[in-house]
Every structure is written in structure tokens, then in C-alpha cells.
């Protein structure tokens, strides 16, 4: 609820501040369109429904930031938030004055705040306090751009515009600083003429009213320092008791768990890189670990910590780092490489992230490569493999079949990762069809730079593996493990014992629907496995109907 509070009232004053620099914008016109604009940008604001709910944003976001401040165990950020932590902390005092001058003094007096009187107080009274709202403006732009941002990036939709985000953030201050500067400098000008500024201030703006504006800063910095004080004194206060541990992997770490803190605290403050995209809030799973001891003693997820989880893991053993606080030793294994980004905190397929599914996996090898490469030169072998993996590769793009693995003369396919174990069967038969007749196609077309053709053997078999998005960090891809794949594999190696291009076994042939009783039927032995296994030697696939 914090998170949505405080992203709610976020959005109201980024779409404020947006309001307020399109009219500076004005600025490079004339002051009289500048303060003619007020009626689109920021007279909404000034009505009733407009300062309840300018004002309620603003002490919600104020104090749910404020808050979370207060609450965090740990201080060690990653730059974009301590960049929005900083930039959050000194808005308050640096804006403080300008808020008491257009609110509470044009409340109480008939002092009237529009842009010459504004603007005659930076420009011509007070340059400085001019310079330091002029860096004020870009504090707020940033602080708003920076939250916006690492809640958009969550989004899939949001890579496509964010170069387009990223021009106007840059602009937009730009132009509003360049139209503010010339409307300040027009003042100045103006104050030189006589009574040029004489209706801007009147008797009842009283020396006690000014104290009273400028004294606001006094105590708004007053209390920003004493918050940090307190907030350094109970974060630096030791601990009076034994701290529980922390065992972390990879990399076998060991650290003290902070009281009260959050276990993406206690991770970051032991200095153990750890990833969160979304900064501990709870948007985004890819701080996702996996407890071993000390899950018992964890609460349960909440709804919102369900939500999230629900989109990558059905585990009890799956939490959230930044939504669990542990209170007694833990174990807890990464699940998200520490430098990940944007991609891997959205929402994808449960078996990307390592599940048990039924699929149908599918080996490829092609005969005789070590013939081919007797007498030819590397670039000639190199050229031969490569139009042969070409023509796999767009008989799985034609079949909804995943590349899995390579191993020099042949691949791993799986099918029914996102159709089902039965549709999966029957595509991956489809597949091997596919494969067998572009073969064909591509021993017409090399023709004359062959000595004999090119052939394959091919195995299919259907069952449970676990799948998942495996392989270094950099380059991961979609493969399959367990008994069923090393069938598969198995069945493959098969088709040079009863001389057939392809070898099916009868568990895939039940899940496709597909008729096998023309071939014959064979029961093979599979290292490791209890039992035989039934299968299908397929000698002329074409033969075979395969309705997708």
C-alpha cells in the first residue's frame, strides 16, 4: 500500500512540475503570454479539487517518502537511487520559501504571486535565490524523472519510447531554465523603468510575513537534519544481542542480518552484489532468491509479494529479498544473475524460469561428418555445416521447435513449451519431416559439391524434463535435463542400428494421435533405465499425416 501511495502521489506532482516548466517555457515569448498560460498549466491547480489534491500528494509523498527513509536498514545504493534518495531530501527545504511566498502569503495578504512578482523577487531582489531555484527546478525534474523511470522500466512496453522519454527529460528543463532566465532578465529591465515594479507589493505585506516565508526554510532544514541525526544514530546504535547469520550463495558468503531489516538490506550492506531492479519496492522479481534453512521462520507472503511471484514461481522455497525480514539464521541462493536488467524483471513463461514441464525433445545428427571433412578445406567443411544448420534452424522456426543445444554435427530441439505435451509431439514429428525434406532440397542445390549426401538421424521422444533458460549469464538459452532428454538422445543413436531416418517412441506417437501401426515396433534397452522402452523405426517419414 506504501508503494502505491507513494507512486500515486509521485505521478500527481511529476504531472504538476511538468505543468509548471511548460510554462516557464512561455518565458521565451513575453511575460505576458507566460502569465496568460497560468489559465491551461496551473490555474486547475488553484481551484479547490485542484489544492486537495495538489496538497494531499504532496504530504503523502512527503511522508511515505519520509518514512521509508526512516525505516532503511541499509545505505548502501545503487547510484540511480541514491541520486533519488538525496535529490528527495533536499526538495523540501529548497522549496520550503517559494511554497510559503505563492501559498501562504497570497492567503493571508493581498500580496499577488504572479510571474513579475515572482520573478522581480529572483531576478531583481534576491539573484541568488534566483540561481538556487533555478537548481532547484532541475532537482525536482530529476528526482520525478528517476522515480518514474525505474517504475516504467518495468513495463514491455516502455523499451520502444524510452529514447523518445529520454529527449524530452533533457529539453523540457532545458527550454523552461531558458525561457525562466529571459523572462528574469525582462524584469530587470522593467525594474529600472520608474514605478516599473510599484504594483507588485502593497502595505499589507508586512516585515513579519517575509520573516515568516524565509523562517520556513529555517525549520524545514531543522528537521531534515534531525531526522538524519536520529536516523544515524539508531543505524550506527550497536546491537546488544547476537545477530543472526546470513549464508549466501554463489559465492558462499557469510554476514550478520540487520534487526528489522529487510534481507535485501542486510545482503547489501555485507557488500554482496545482489540484483533489484526496481529498488527494493517490491515491483519486480529479480531479487528473487531461494531460502534453504530458516524458511519455517519467515511469515508468509503477502498479496503483493504473491502477485509477483506468481508470475515466475510456484515454490514455497521462493521469496522476495526485499519483502522478507528474517529474524534468525538463513540460506538463501540467487536466482537472478547480480547485473540484471529491465528484461529479466518482466513477467516471462513459468518454464524460462526452471520448471518440470512434459515436452518433446528432439535429436539431430547428421552422418558421416567426419567423412566430409577428409580432403576439403576448413572453409569449404565450414560453409557445407553452416547451409545444413540453415535449414534445421527454419524447419524449427516452421514447426515452433526451441534450439537447445549444438554439438558440432547435430542439435537438441524441444517442442510444446507454450502448445502442451500433445500439440508438442505431433510438432515436433512435423519438425522432423521438415528437417528430412529440406535435407533433401539442400543435397540437390550443393549437388556437385558433395560426394555423397548429406543424411541425419533423428529421435523423438515425450516426457518430463525440466526446462529451463540455462547457459552462461550472457548467453542463455531454453534447454531441457533429465532421464526423457538422455532418451531422446538415445533414440537418435538408434536409427543407425535399424537403419531408418527417424526412431519414435511409442509414449510420443500416444501423445501426437498420430498413427504408427505401418512401422514397425521395437523395444530397446536405455543405459540407466529399469525396462524397455517401445519405439518406432520410421523409414519413410513422409508417409507420416501430421495435422497442426
Known sequence: ????????????????????????????????????????????????????????????????????????????????????????????????????????????????STYVATLSAFAVYSPVRGVVMGLTLLVVWTHGCVGLHSWLRLQPWYARFQPMAFAVALILPAL????????????????????????????????????????????????????????????????????????????????????GATL??????????????????????????????????????????????????????????????????????????????????????????GKEQVVAILFVDLRGSTKLCEGRLPFDVVFVLNQFFAELAQALTETDGHYAQFNGDGLMAIYGLDSGAEKGAAEAIAGAKAMLRRLSQLNEKLGDELSEELKIGIGIHTGEAIVGSMGPPASPIISALGDNANVAARLESQTKEFGVPLVVSADTARYSGIDFSKFPKHKIQVKGRDGAITVYAVDTPEALSVEL
Not at 547469520?245 to 559465492?251: A, D, E, H, M, V
Open 1 to 112: 500500500m506504501r508503494n502505491r501511495l507513494r507512486l500515486t502521489s509521485g505521478v500527481i506532482l511529476f504531472v504538476y512540475v511538468t505543468g509548471h516548466l511548460l510554462n516557464h517555457t512561455m518565458g521565451l515569448i513575453s511575460i505576458p503570454v507566460m502569465q496568460s498560460a497560468t489559465a491551461v498549466f496551473l490555474d486547475p491547480w488553484r481551484t479547490w479539487p485542484g489544492i486537495v489534491l495538489l496538497v494531499g500528494a504532496l504530504l503523502v509523498h512527503a511522508g511515505v517518502g519520509l518514512w521509508a527513509f526512516w525505516t532503511r536498514r541499509s545505505f548502501k545504493l545503487k547510484k540511480w537511487e541514491a541520486v533519488q534518495l538525496g535529490f528527495g531530501l533536499a526538495i523540501p527545504p529548497l522549496l520550503a520559501a517559494h511554497v510559503a511566498a505563492n501559498g501562504v502569503l497570497s492567503a493571508i495578504s493581498d500580496y499577488n
Open 176 to 259: 523552461a531554465l531558458s525561457g525562466y532566465l529571459a523572462a528574469a532578465m525582462r524584469v530587470r529591465v522593467l525594474a529600472q523603468e520608474p514605478g516599473g515594479l510599484q504594483a507588485v507589493y502593497t502595505s499589507r505585506v508586512q516585515p513579519w510575513m517575509v520573516d515568516f516565508v524565509y523562517g520556513t526554510e529555517f525549520y524545514v532544514i531543522a528537521f531534515i537534519l534531525l531526522l538524519v541525526a536520529a536516523r544515524a544514530a539508531v543505524y550506527f546504535y550497536p546491537a546488544r544481542h547476537d545477530k543472526p547469520r546470513l549464508i549466501y550463495s554463489p559465492g558462499s558468503h557469510s554476514a550478520d542480518l540487520l534487526p
Open 264 to 353: 535485501l538490506e542486510s545482503i547489501r550492506t555485507a557488500g554482496i552484489s545482489h540484483a533489484s531492479i526496481c529498488g527494493g519496492r517490491g515491483r519486480c522479481s529479480t531479487c528473487r532468491v531461494r531460502i534453504g534453512e530458516g524458511a519455517e521462520n519467515l511469515l508468509p507472503p503477502d498479496e503483493a509479494e504473491k502477485t509477483v511471484l506468481a508470475r515466475v514461481s510456484d515454490s514455497p522455497s521462493v521469496r522476495l529479498a526485499c519483502q522478507i525480514r528474517p529474524t534468525s539464521n538463513i540460506q538463501v541462493v540467487a536466482l537472478v544473475p547480480d547485473h540484471a536488467g529491465p528484461s529479466e524483471a518482466l513477467a516471462k513463461p513459468g518454464y524460462q524460469q
